[in-house]
């Protein structure tokens, strides 16, 4: 990486722009009618799984481990195996985290970049049909 470039998390703005994400992912997970199944597999308070997300997502972008260095290696698909993941919940999940971005992350194609992998991740975390 050259001294031009940046990362992710600094190009959408660093940690007030996920933590905007976070929060307004979770905002929607709970008020949203056609995200209830995703809602139905997280505790009843969301506040740990909304620091989490926020801790994971700030070293996936490129800021600092905060996950890593508060909890070690995420393993997430073992992390979420005792909640039942199918389908549904998986689109429902994306459909929060797509919403999310469109209203925290101004820009389109940075929006695109985060999307794909993210897409795949949520795929990986399916553990039921």
């Known amino acids: 990486m050259s001294e031009d470039s940046i990362t992710l998390y600094e190009a959408i703005g660093g940690e007030p722009v996920v933590r905007a994400l976070t929060t307004r992912f979770y905002e929607l997970m709970d008020t949203l009618p056609e995200a209830a199944r995703c ?13 989490k997300l926020y801790e994971y997502l700030t070293g996936y972008l490129g800021g600092p481990p905060l996950y890593t260095q508060k909890r070690g290696h995420p393993r997430l698909r073992g992390r979420h195996f005792d909640a039942a993941i199918g389908p ?3 689109d429902e999940w994306l459909l929060c985290f797509r919403r999310a971005m469109e209203d925290t992350i101004a820009n389109e194609k ?17 553990n039921k049909e």
């Not at 940075?110 to 399916?126: S, T, Y």
């Open 39 to 51: 809602r139905a597999v997280h505790p009843p308070t969301l506040e740990g799984s909304r620091e």
């Open 88 to 90: 549904a919940e998986r």
């Open 110 to 126: 940075l929006r695109a970049i985060i999307w794909d992998p993210v897409e795949r991740l949520a795929h990986h975390m399916q």
